[in-house]
DNA sequence: ATTACTACTAAACGAGTAC
DNA sequence: TGTACTCGTTTAGTAGTAA
């Protein structure tokens, strides 16, 4: 299937069905949608012959104009465009952020967190992976990538408990899904310790993402932040 | 304003707005925003400068990529696309549907019916004009025509209501809004009169269509019927 | 790393026209 | 009237590369 330029097509459907033709068969002649395109005839011509190709309409060439009608691939091409703009618009926040961080080693803290039996028992559920035991700390150095962070603090997150044990007591943690480096998924942890400061963000994985992704002290490292609907 | 291809521009911001840009100011470097387009690099950076000097976008340009922020004249851009989506998708009915018919000369009743104190007080009332005393009639001549008329009786319309005076009763009738010859504001008249079968339409318009449009029997007119939400 | 210029190639467009 | 072909022109796209 070819995808390029496919938002011609698109915004083609979107006229045509402007004129009815998602919901009942249609009379277009070439000239009269080449008007609403605002390109000559020819083209319109050339844009339903495509659209005919990629089988987004059903076409019939009578002498009086083209009888049209969008087939169920077209209208759900058109509905797709929908929801996606529905989701942005209607959407309260942005889908993903992005974060950009140089990896450092930690006080190996982590490590003693997240293998906690009731924080494990609660990744595992509600995040559908079992971490690896440790996290990947991440240096936000950037001003833009530590506002980002800080905004992402007002994000709805996914909510661990926190619990407390016969010594002291442990408290709630945030989780955002992410992927790392476009190719791991896993979830940024956020507030699990309170010492590190709002430029440092932590990252936990089912795999160790220092082998894995090859990393090193001082690689910058992209994550991608889903943010929950 | 440059109009041409303005759907690349519209798809950019989609694809921006999909990296949060509509709502803050994201870190797109043009690499990444060419992935997303399925463009080069180059092509990517040349389409944020048009966006750019459009007004749809503010860019600050730093070493690390693109700080972009979709602007409110961007963002309502979005907005008119996905209205224009969802009236289509969620309404009932086509928008318009377009009608050709033949002129004919019918027996001058149109001008009887029209005329009568009772009728005109709620075509000025709901069609928000005062017609011409007379009906411009249409002869529908292909089956498309015929099958699109009857969908339209299936639509929601303006109900003039019918009244009896001391001599006979009157029907009730049914308009819709439409466009004579993309000209003419007027109104297709639906079930005045019964005599006239399912391949005849009635217009009526404030103006005098036949001398307004130099229309002569014969003519083929076109008819753009809208419908109502 | 980036962005974006220049120079070139590929693709889209539309005038003319056949049917 | 219509649609849609050819083909010269215009426009968009990209590789290479400078900053």
Redesign the interface.
């Known amino acids: 299937m070819s995808?390029?330029h496919e938002?011609?097509h698109i915004?083609t459907l979107?006229k045509l069905?402007?004129?009815?033709?998602?919901?009942?068969?249609?009379?277009i002649s070439t000239e009269y949608l080449a008007a609403k395109l605002?390109a000559s005839q020819q083209t319109a011509s050339r844009y339903l012959i495509e659209l005919d190709n990629r089988g987004l309409i059903k076409r019939t060439i009578?002498p009086?104009g083209c009888?049209i009608k969008i087939t169920d691939v077209g209208v759900k091409e058109?509905?797709r465009?929908?929801s996606?703009?529905?989701f942005?618009?209607e959407a309260e926040?942005?889908?993903?952020?992005?974060l950009?961080g140089i990896v450092f080693t930690g006080l190996g803290e982590g490590s003693y967190y997240i293998t906690k039996e009731q924080y494990k028992k609660q990744f595992i559920e509600r995040l559908g992976f079992e971490p690896y035991p440790g996290t990947l700390n991440l240096k936000l150095t950037?001003d833009?990538?530590i506002k980002?962070r800080s905004?992402l603090e007002a994000y709805p997150a996914i909510e661990i408990e926190g619990f407390r044990n016969e010594n002291r007591t442990f408290g709630a943690v945030k989780c955002y899904p992410a992927t790392i480096e476009n190719k791991v998924k896993g979830a940024l942890i956020l507030a699990l310790r309170s010492h590190y400061d709002a430029s440092v963000i932590e990252i936990i994985a089912p795999i160790f993402l220092r082998k894995h992704l090859k990393l090193k002290d001082g690689r910058k490292v992209k994550v991608e932040v889903l943010t929950l609907p």
Request: proline share 5%.
């Open positions: 995808e390029k938002w011609r915004f979107l069905a402007e004129m009815g033709a998602h919901r009942r068969t249609a009379k605002g009578t009086e009888l058109l509905k465009l929908y996606t703009l529905r942005l618009i926040y942005p889908p993903s952020i992005t950009e950037t833009y990538d980002t905004e």
